[in-house]
């Protein structure tokens, strides 16, 4: 099956936007906050993960700062800017509103005469 990359793009900027709503994360701790609430649905791999995060902090909605891990690691930190929490609410909205379209689309029977 072919993905639209936008549409792909968009939806793993939103979890990462959303995974950094409560506390900021290093790429792992996204990486792992993606996969638990997904049930494991959705992998995140770093060669996804990290152009996305660099993205995100060239666009203003993230920002990074280094810290130390739960493993006393040196990681890079993101968190969400006022921008980003900004932009997540409208693309949050957006989001709801499209996957509902689509969903009322996909459960519509064919006509019966």
């Known amino acids: 099956m072919s993905q639209n990359p936008n549409l792909v793009r968009g939806t793993l900027d939103l979890l990462i936007l959303k995974s950094l709503t409560w ?29 996305a995060l660099h993205r995100l902090q060239a666009k203003g909605l993230v920002e990074s700062e280094w810290g130390l891990s739960e493993n006393n690691r040196r990681a890079k930190y993101y968190r969400l800017t006022v921008q980003g929490e900004r932009h997540l609410k409208v693309e949050a909205d957006s989001w709801a509103r499209f996957t509902d379209a689509v969903a009322r689309a996909l459960a519509m029977q064919a006509p019966t005469d």
């Open 23 to 51: 506390e900021p994360r290093h790429g792992y701790g996204i990486s792992e906050w993606i996969e638990t609430v997904t049930d494991g649905s959705l992998l995140m791999e770093e060669g996804t993960l990290y152009p």
